[in-house]
């Protein structure tokens, strides 16, 4: 059985403050994906004939943005914490006590694309498809973000490369959230950045990012300590991780098979 593992740096959550004001790794990591994604849709505007301009642009990422946010913490507040909801309705406000999930951000980013494109006239495919390859880049520095902030650690293992995280009690455990990086940030942005270089049918970007999005989180959630409040389900097996990606996996395949159907009943 190995016995050394890596420690786990003492980083200050906060990097520096301006008086009240504090500027912190996790924010600074969201940060940094948005402005790379802000940098490939502008790049990407540039060559899109005049489909897309910048302030279209702008406007679709700032809504994006409200949407993340917004539906990030009440998903959070919604599938993971919903007891304590119940108990105390203004812990949906306390935004400075961290939780966010993947999955209500997603579902507000659905809404604010939805919104966006009744107000630029245009296809929600369309857009979904243009905003399905900006996301992976920010996902994977959010995961750095939990990283670094000691958060969303690993399920206890031996394996050489474990990491012994302070919040974890200096148990050896799966750095997952680097794994998430990974996989949902590098290899998700590869696949979507390939797969759009030749023109594809309208709606099957967006049905490959939810699919693939939905299949590296079930499997990383196999290696991710799951929320202690929730724990497993069916028998000890699926996280609510899981149980929510299901879902992604199928509906993004149907959204592709439809997309290709209806390409060839237009071609």
Known sequence: MNTEFFTFPSFDPIIFSLGPISLRWYGLMYLIGFLFARWLAIKRANNSQGAWNVEQVDNLLFNGFMGVFLGGRIGYVLFYQFDYFLQEPSY??????????????????????????????????????????LIPFGLGMGRIGNFINDELWGRVTDVSWA??????????RHPSQLYEA??????????????IKKPRATGSIAGLFLACYGFFRFIVEFFREPDPQLGLYFGQHISMGQILSLPMIIIGLIIIAFAYKSALKKG
Do not use: C
């Open 163 to 172: 990491v012994l995280f302070p919040s974890g009690g200096y148990l050896p």
């Open 92 to 133: 949906l406000f306390r935004v400075w006590e961290g939780g966010m999930s993947f999955h209500g951000g997603l579902i507000g980013v659905i809404i604010s694309m939805i919104i966006t494109s009744k107000l630029q006239k245009r296809s929600f495919w369309v857009t979904a498809d243009f905003v399905a390859p």
């Open 182 to 195: 990974f996989l949902e940030g590098l290899v998700l942005f590869f696949i979507l950045n390939w797969f």
